[in-house]
T-cell receptor
Framework: KAGVTQTPRYLIKTRGQQVTLSCSPI?????VSWYQQTPGQGLQFLFE???????NKGNFPGRFSGRQFSNSRSEMNVSTLELGDSALYLC?????????????FGPGTRLTVT | AQSVTQLGSHVSVSEGALVLLRCNYS??????LFWYVQYPNQGLQLLLK??????LVKGINGFEAEFKKSETSFHLTKPSAHMSDAAEYFC???????????FGEGTQLTVNP
């Protein structure tokens, strides 16, 4: 099976712009989660989608949003970019929502905001 | 709320020496515990996980971890370090939140020849 894929791998944006990141989960996986990784804050949970519905949300401002499509692919959007949004954004997929399911991570999208 | 604390942001060992990376958790419910490894410019790879059952968990690449409820610990060990083990290691927990992973701060492992 192919692993989790994320596009693009690298992105440079300017403050005030918006950005959309894409994640394709492993075939058959219905849950997709997003995490932000920064040197200062570490790995932080953004949100989780299952069957096209947001099931869980982390403590991030409303500028961060996401969605999931019927084929389980997911996108996350960040509007009005700030310098502090520069980070590695990781997507993870799993078969289901329960904690016992393994989460498989993609390689991430490195976002730089200038 | 659940949390994990990794003791030591940097650990340095010699090739062939024991690797011990420490993780303590806090959870109000029986937790699921995980260790992930991250190589430079890559995502996270699952090394091992504890859900229920046997408290000594064996993972990939010769790593293992022991769940000790009395000590609220889940330390990661490997008997003999290889140069290829140099990476950042993250302990994570899923507790009452259901499926959200809460990560520790990470431990950067350096392996010296």
């Amino acid at each position: 099976k192919a692993g989790v894929t994320q596009t693009p791998r690298y992105l440079i944006k300017t403050r005030g712009q918006q950005v959309t990141l894409s994640c394709s989960p492993i075939s058959g996986h219905r849950s997709v989660s997003w995490y932000q990784q920064t040197p200062g804050q570490g790995l932080q949970f953004l949100f989780e989608y299952f069957s096209e519905t947001q099931r869980n949300k982390g403590n991030f401002p409303g500028r961060f949003s996401g969605r999931q499509f019927s084929n389980s692919r997911s996108e996350m959007n960040v509007s009005t970019l700030e310098l502090g949004d520069s980070a590695l954004y990781l997507c993870a997929s799993s078969e289901g929502l329960a904690g016992g399911y393994e989460q498989y991570f993609g390689p991430g999208t490195r976002l730089t905001v200038t | 709320a659940q949390s994990v604390t990794q003791l030591g942001s940097h650990v340095s060992v010699s090739e062939g020496a024991l690797v011990l990376l420490r993780c303590n958790y806090s959870s109000s419910v029986p937790p699921y515990l995980f260790w992930y490894v991250q190589y430079p410019n890559q995502g996270l790879q699952l090394l091992l996980k504890y859900t229920t059952g046997a408290t000594l968990v064996k993972g990939i690449n010769g790593f293992e971890a022991e769940f000790k409820k009395s000590e609220t610990s889940f330390h990661l060990t490997k008997p003999s370090a290889h140069m290829s083990d140099a990476a950042e290691y993250f302990c994570a927990v899923i507790g009452a939140s259901g499926s959200r992973l809460t990560f520790g701060e990470g431990t950067q492992l350096t392996v010296n020849p």
